[in-house]
């Protein structure tokens, strides 16, 4: 019968039957070994498979002028019959009275260069430069919010083990799917996104994700934890996703430490979060969170041991994204069907900065930066 509920499950979205946590090869198993892998040029490709998949590029921008906005293409394929492209744009302002802008086009004629390095589309393009060091990031999909940025990395981008990928089949031999995340924890921005209301000037900070989910997205995660912090001298990232009961509701943790030119220490099992606050969210039942706490742990390429802790209140919520909502109707597709699921993204950024404590073979460094960060909720 599993086999049965299994291609149904592929196809319609419906919920898969229970494997247990041994159906889940978790990229913390190749990164006891190897930590992480420095991201050469070639790791920056669009796989842009022809099977089920949410691919995704995103540019998280932190401006000088206190801005937080967000640039996305999500490619999809639903069960290899149906392909889609979608832009999608999103500031915040810092005056926390202007509501948040939010713009979602859908795309057409994508294509990728013949290394699939670069992405393009009618009214936009994401072009890797020569080196592989800086993304050109450009849309005019939505006259409400044109996008025209630079995104330049000024530390090594990494992935964690070997190849990024943590791997779901009951067979580790012949998987069914996938997930994997590279980054670029620490980026100079310059540019602008020009809105109806004006330019907003985003030179500063950025952070670059490049995420693949190689099945239906609720297959792989039930809920998510994702944050970007930057400071003058640190950049933390953390991106950690529970598995369905299917999957042993087994939790797996990617993220890292960067400071300009060097990544301080990144893996999967030393790293950690915890809603140390939460209320229940009356309109649906989640937990939302009110206070959180980050950790990691690992060791430096020259052997120090190295821990961050970033922790505090989250503060005035930003926003609470009802994803049925506002996603286009292929994602619909994928994840209407099933009962008992009800996808909400959580976002935030303390008006109240926080500090980093970032300890390099027990001498501690304290940090205050910037914040943000996406608690989400599926089922």
Not at 57 to 76: E, K, N, P, R, W
Not at 86 to 99: A, E, G, L, M, V
Not at 119 to 139: H, M, P, Q, R, W
Not at 258 to 282: M, P, Q
Request: charged share 20%; net charge negative; glycine share 8%.
């Amino acid at each position: 019968m599993n086999w049965i509920k299994q291609q149904a499950a592929n196809v319609a979205g419906t919920r898969e039957p229970i494997y247990g946590p041994s159906a889940i090869q978790s990229v913390a198993e190749q990164a006891e070994k190897v930590p992480y892998t420095e991201l050469e040029k070639k790791n920056l490709k669009w796989e842009a498979m022809t099977s089920t998949c949410v691919e995704t590029q995103t540019f998280y921008l932190m401006s000088d002028s206190g801005h937080i906005g967000m640039a996305q293409v999500i490619y999809s394929n639903v069960a290899g019959i149906h392909t889609t492209c979608q832009w999608n744009t999103k500031i915040f302002y810092p005056d926390s009275k202007t509501p948040a802008l939010w713009s979602s086009d859908p795309l057409e004629n994508y294509d990728f260069d013949p290394e699939k390095l670069s992405f393009y589309a009618d009214g936009c393009a994401i072009t890797l430069n020569e080196d592989g060091t800086s993304y050109a990031v450009k849309s005019a999909t939505n006259e409400a919010s044109i996008v025209n940025l630079t995104v330049t990395r000024t530390a090594p981008g990494f992935h964690v083990g070997k190849d990024g990928k943590s791997y779901f089949g009951t067979d580790p031999k012949h998987p069914w799917g996938s997930m994997r995340h590279g980054f670029w924890p620490r980026c100079h921005v310059e540019g602008s996104i020009i809105t109806k209301a004006g330019e907003v000037d985003f030179k500063g900070r950025g952070f670059f994700s490049h995420a693949l989910q190689g099945m239906k997205p609720h297959h792989a995660a039930s809920k998510w934890n994702f944050m970007d912090f930057q400071s003058p001298t640190y950049s933390a990232i953390m991106m950690e996703y529970t598995t369905p009961p299917s999957y042993g509701s087994t939790i797996v943790n990617v993220g890292g430490i960067a400071t300009d030119g060097a990544i301080l220490c990144a893996g999967s099992r030393g790293n950690s979060v915890e809603h140390t606050k939460a209320k229940e969210d009356s309109q649906n039942d989640w937990p939302e969170p009110e206070a959180v706490k980050y950790v990691w742990r690992g060791m430096s390429n020259d052997k120090k041991s190295v821990s961050a802790t970033l922790e505090g209140s989250l503060g005035k919520r930003l926003d609470k994204v009802d994803v049925m909502a506002k996603v286009p109707g292929f994602i619909k597709t994928i994840v209407g069907g099933v009962a008992g699921t009800k996808p909400y993204i959580y976002q935030y950024s303390p008006q109240q900065k926080l500090s980093i404590t970032v300890s390099i073979d027990g001498v501690e460094t304290t940090e205050e930066g910037t914040l943000f960060t996406e608690a989400t909720f599926i089922s």
